[in-house]
């Protein structure tokens, strides 16, 4: 898959939502009192074809430690938009420049159970983007393929029962990675978004 392929699949029609078990056991939450955050789903165009780009948080942190997410964090006051926030984080966190970013959309905002509303914003990367990371918040970086992203067979799901729900949690192994969690609810809409538009 190419940027352009991207482009005509993802733009054609409004977003898809989150699968319904994985956000039930969050309904009760009021919107009011979640955290405003927001993360990029950066998008690099190479030779072999559209990649997705990845960081490992560093071990030390308070929340989700040594897990694998899109870059991010959460809105300051000082940000005028959620689209600077994710910028601003994308730079602090692993040094790409905001004039290195398009972004092209976004999806709906999803609850987390750390009392956070994130909202991922889709963005095409320059490709002679160079990381700098910044270790206090990030251990690495990597890139996955997309066909291998939005291709369902590689993403696994089970239920678990939490209170009076069942709880389902998705998971995609990568390499040595383990792409699971909030990461990976995102990657299963962005999943069922394409299928939407292929269909």
């Not at 990649?51 to 959460?74: D, M």
């Amino acid at each position: 898959m190419n940027r352009q392929h991207f482009l005509q699949q993802f733009q054609l029609k409004t977003t898809v939502g989150y699968h319904p078990e994985s956000i039930k056991r969050l309904s009760h939450l009021n919107d009011s009192k979640l955290r405003k955050a927001a993360v990029v789903v950066g998008l690099v165009d190479r030779k072999e074809g559209l990649h997705v780009i990845f960081t490992k948080r560093a071990k030390h942190l308070k929340h989700h430690p040594g897990q694998i997410s899109f870059p991010g964090g959460k809105f300051e006051p000082s940000d005028p938009s959620l689209h600077f926030t994710a910028l601003r984080e994308l730079e602090e966190e692993v040094g790409i420049l905001s004039s290195q970013v398009k972004i092209i959309g976004e999806l709906p905002e999803l609850p987390t159970i750390s009392l956070f509303s994130v909202t991922p914003i889709i963005a095409i990367i320059d490709p002679g983007y160079e990381a700098i990371i910044d270790k206090n918040e990030v251990e690495s970086l990597f890139e996955v393929p997309a066909s291998h992203l939005l291709n369902s067979d590689h993403l696994y799901s089970h239920t678990v029962n939490f209170n009076q729900y069942k709880h389902r949690v998705f998971a995609m192994p990568f390499q040595q990675h383990l792409i699971w969690g909030m990461t990976a609810q995102i990657i299963q809409s962005l999943q069922q978004q394409m299928k939407k538009h292929t269909a």
